[in-house]
């Protein structure tokens, strides 16, 4: 109820009842305007003020702060980003996005993937784009299906979206990996590196560790080992690269040179490198083979 009262006195400013600065109604005149209780009128005066639009002073009155609307942007997060800590990059870019709409005098709005729903946006955003409240989105690590946003539905409360991390869309690149393992080596001996790690997810590392050995031998650098333990084949690839690059680490002989052949483990990678806050390339010097339709771009 009081959201009605809201809507309403805005849609008159809007419409220019009262102009910036001006006095609105006392609270007594309001109540005589609106059938709802004086507690409704004064909560839906409290959201107005919430949200910058008016200004209640003691002892002076209501007055008009401005006519117009903040633009509000939706900030979609997955819920990894409170369930893990393998993401500090979501946290680091939601952080400096949020700081980023408030320099601009924007409202941003911080929303939860719903797993439960079959569009993965949650029930209070979609009532928020169906309200044309939502101006744009910026997702970041979300999953929300991508064929949602192909839909007629989606068509008619689309809004602009930028995505940072998760890739929308599935993909299947079929690469080389041993000309690029090769290549790897051959250039981290040419800048004078010496101890090299492979990391792979296990069943990959079996596969390759060989031809990664005789790479190493013939540029005459050193192969560290991998960890005894693996990570765990339940996590997702960004895990497995996460928790494996924290093992490698830990490591009594750390490698000066992390070689990642798959784009999606060297986010997890990436996503380490922040957490174990490590200088590249002084301390490791990283070489990721990924696609270039990613748009890898993690500091």
Request: glycine content about 6%.
């Amino acid at each position: 109820a009081y959201e009605a009262v809201a809507d309403d006195l805005l849609r008159r400013i809007n419409e220019c009842e009262w102009q910036p600065g001006e006095r609105l109604p006392t609270l007594r005149a309001l109540e005589k305007t609106y059938p709802q209780s004086r507690m409704t009128v004064y909560k839906g005066l409290e959201r107005l003020e919430e949200l910058g639009y008016i200004s209640m002073q003691q002892g002076r009155g209501i007055f008009v702060r401005r006519a117009r609307p903040l633009p509000r942007v939706a900030i979609l997060t997955n819920t990894g980003l409170y369930q893990h800590g393998y993401m500090p990059f979501a946290f680091q870019a939601f952080q400096h996005a949020h700081a980023y709409f408030a320099r601009m005098g924007m409202d941003a709005q911080l929303y939860s993937e719903d797993a439960l729903n079959e569009t993965g946006l949650p029930s209070g955003l979609l009532q928020e784009m169906e309200r044309k409240k939502i101006s744009g989105m910026l997702a970041i690590e979300a999953r929300f299906p991508s064929r949602y946003m192909r839909t007629d539905e989606w068509n008619g409360k689309a809004v602009p979206v930028v995505n940072l991390g998760a890739a929308p869309f599935p993909h299947t690149v079929y690469v080389d990996r041993n000309a690029f393992i090769d290549r790897a080596v051959a250039y981290a001996a040419a800048q004078g590196r010496s101890r090299l790690a492979l990391v792979e997810r296990a069943e990959h590392l079996a596969a390759h560790l060989g031809f990664f050995q005789a790479c190493c031998e013939k540029h005459g650098v050193n192969l560290l080992a991998p960890p005894d333990r693996m990570p765990s084949a339940d996590l997702s690839y960004e895990e497995y690269g996460f928790d494996l690059m924290q093992r490698t680490w830990h490591e009594d002989a750390t490698p000066d040179v992390i070689v990642v052949p798959d784009d999606v483990i060297a986010k997890g990678v990436a996503q380490a490198v922040l957490a174990l806050r490590l200088s590249v390339p002084e301390e490791a010097l990283v070489i990721a083979m990924t696609n270039r339709g990613v748009k890898f771009f993690y500091p």
